[in-house]
Structure formats: structure tokens, C-alpha cells
């Protein structure tokens, strides 16, 4: 015979087999005595589980404020970390523009003019070799710079103190970026000349090749020179000075 006592919570926590819970459901029809344990058994079983709800609905709570919280506080973190961030990119920018002024790049694009020759020098008498001078003119002017370079190069080893052959020749390599190279012929040029005429002149665009090598200190010396001698050249030489400054 079945113990129907023993069954009771199994019943109510709906763990009894199919056969068990038949039997067990046919002697709760007519049993009131069970019915009561039954119905009691359900209720404590009921109270336990709402219980059991409240107070994990209670650490879920706290469970729920802390993630918040710390949600929050990456959320703080990271706003944070992101606006510090964008501030120093600011700082910097601001550096950049308000203490070191533009770049050297930046004053020698916007001073730079290739040299313009004075004019066509080509003397009737000299016959074929006027006649290429005045090619190579043509070709300077036209900004055929590789075609004219090797005719110029040669013709400062022919003429050493060629000065327009030279400030052709220095443009040329500015404009083909060998500014090393059109310093070192300029500097040449300055230390062997006694024309005070083209003085100015070769100091100029020997500051612009010093400037495109982006050689601040030596800039400086040699525009401080050309502002001093209050020449064509002063008003740049100035405006770049003040452009450099920290």
C-alpha cells in the first residue's frame, strides 16, 4: 500500500511520476485529511519561493545598482579620458600655430620667386656661344629647368663668377629640390664676387636655400643681414624674421 504522507512534497514540487501522481491524486479526492497537509504543504512551499523572489529580487537590486554605478563610472572614466584627449589635441594645435608660427616649408613656398634675368646679355661677337646663352635663357624662363641644368652647370665651371649663370643655376636647383647644392654654389658665389650689385641679391636666395633645408639659425643670420642693408629684399627679410620667432 502507497504512503501517501511521504508524498506530499513531492507532489507539490511536481516531482512524482506520471503513475505515482495518479495514485496519489485519487486518494487526495477522497482524503480531507491529506487535502489540508497537501494545501499547507503549497503554501509553505509558496511562502518559501516568494521569499526566495524578494530577497534575490533584492540582491539583483543591489547587484543591478553596482553594475550601474560602475557602469557609470567607466562611462565617467572614459568621457572623461576622451575630453582630455580632445584638449591636449587643442593644446597642441594651439602650440603649433600661436607659439612656433608656420614652417620653414610653409615661408619658403610662400617667398620663394625663381630669379628672373635681367635680360638677353648675348653679345653679337661672341657668335655660337651667345646664341646657346640666349637657348638657355629661353629655356630658364620657360621652366624647362632639367633641359638648362647641365648648359648652366657647365658654364659656371667655364665662368666662375658667372652671378647670372649662378642665380639661374641656384633657381634651377631649388625648383628640382637640390637646395644643398644651390647653397653651395651661392655661398661660392658671395665669398668670390665684389659685385655689389648682385650682393643682395645671391644673400637672398641663399637664405631661401638655407630656409627650404629648413636650417632656422643660419635663416636668421643671413636675414638679419639683408633687413640690416635696407635693400629690395629688407620687407621679406623681415617679415620672415617675425615669422620665426618662438
Keep these: 500500500m502507497m504512503n501517501h504522507w511521504?508524498?506530499?512534497?513531492?507532489?507539490?514540487?511536481?516531482?512524482?511520476?506520471?503513475?505515482?501522481?495518479?495514485?496519489?491524486e485519487q486518494e487526495l479526492a477522497i482524503n480531507k485529511s491529506l487535502q489540508k497537509e497537501v494545501k499547507l504543504c503549497a503554501e509553505l512551499q509558496k511562502s518559501i519561493y516568494e521569499d526566495d523572489v524578494i530577497t534575490l529580487?533584492?540582491?539583483?537590486?543591489?547587484?543591478?545598482r553596482?553594475?550601474?554605478?560602475?557602469?557609470?563610472?567607466?562611462?565617467t572614466l572614459l568621457i572623461s579620458i576622451t575630453t582630455a584627449a580632445s584638449l591636449l589635441i587643442i593644446i597642441a594645435i594651439r602650440v603649433a600655430l600661436t607659439d612656433y608660427g608656420p614652417t620653414h616649408a610653409v615661408l619658403y613656398n610662400r617667398y620663394f620667386q625663381p630669379y628672373k634675368v635681367v635680360g638677353d646679355r648675348r653679345d653679337e661677337n661672341q657668335g655660337s656661344s651667345a646664341y646657346h646663352r640666349g637657348e638657355a635663357i629661353r629655356l630658364y624662363t620657360n621652366g624647362e629647368y632639367d633641359q638648362v641644368m647641365p648648359w648652366l652647370e657647365a658654364q659656371i665651371i667655364r665662368d666662375s663668377?658667372?652671378?647670372?649663370?649662378t642665380l639661374m643655376?641656384?633657381?634651377?636647383?631649388?625648383?628640382?629640390?637640390?637646395?644643398?647644392k644651390a647653397e653651395e654654389i651661392l655661398t661660392k658665389m658671395?665669398?668670390?664676387?665684389?659685385?655689389?650689385?648682385?650682393?643682395?641679391?645671391?644673400?637672398?636666395?641663399?637664405?631661401?636655400?638655407l630656409l627650404r633645408q629648413g636650417k632656422i639659425e643660419e635663416v636668421k643670420k643671413n636675414l638679419r643681414k639683408i633687413a640690416h642693408e635696407e635693400g629690395f629684399y629688407s620687407g621679406e627679410a623681415l617679415a620672415i624674421l617675425e615669422s620665426l620667432k618662438p
Excluded: C, H, M, P
Excluded at 6 to 13: A, C, E, G, N, S
Excluded at 66 to 75: G, L, P, Q
Design 6 to 24: 511521504i508524498l506530499i512534497d513531492d507532489y507539490v514540487l511536481g516531482t512524482l511520476s506520471e503513475e505515482k501522481r495518479r495514485a496519489f
Design 66 to 75: 553596482s553594475f550601474t554605478k560602475a557602469k557609470t563610472k567607466r562611462k
Design 190 to 209: 658671395l665669398y668670390s664676387s665684389n659685385s655689389i650689385t648682385f650682393t643682395e641679391t645671391l644673400e637672398w636666395y641663399l637664405a631661401l636655400s
Design 169 to 180: 643655376l641656384s633657381t634651377v636647383y631649388l625648383r628640382t629640390d637640390n637646395a644643398e
Design 161 to 165: 663668377i658667372d652671378l647670372e649663370a
Design 57 to 64: 529580487r533584492e540582491k539583483l537590486k543591489v547587484s543591478q
